[in-house]
């Protein structure tokens, strides 16, 4: 069975950075994208980043410039280093992997 457990969410100040962790378990993720979306309140499902298999990276226009998307083939984690926080950034960050998704991750930008 295919779990993602996300991490790393919280309180931050703008400007500040926060690192988010997505550990996969439950088969083998070397052969698949896996990416980060976030939901702000009121507001649908947007994408923020991907990780390709093939080693390719693509990100939202809000995300370019500020977020880094990495995997640990190894661990199965994904990470989303984020530097640079606006209030705008407030949602909550889950990642998926095909079909999968996780419970997701808190993230609160305000002073």
């Known amino acids: 069975q295919v779990q993602l457990v996300e991490s790393g969410g919280g309180l931050v100040q703008p400007g500040g950075s926060l690192r988010l962790s997505c550990a996969a378990s439950?088969?083998?993720?070397?052969?698949?994208?896996m990416g980060w979306y976030r939901q702000a309140p009121g507001r649908g499902r947007e994408f923020v980043a991907i990780?390709?298999?093939?080693?390719?990276?693509l990100y939202s226009d809000s995300a370019k410039g500020r977020f880094t998307i990495s995997r640990d083939n190894a661990t199965n984690t994904l990470y989303l280093q984020m530097n640079n926080l606006r209030p705008e950034d407030r949602a909550m960050y889950c990642c998926?992997?095909?079909?999968?998704w996780g419970q997701g991750t808190q993230v609160t930008v305000s002073s």
């Open positions: 990780s390709g298999y093939l080693g390719t990276t």
């Open positions: 439950g088969r083998t993720f070397s052969d698949v994208n």
């Open positions: 998926s992997v095909v079909q999968y």
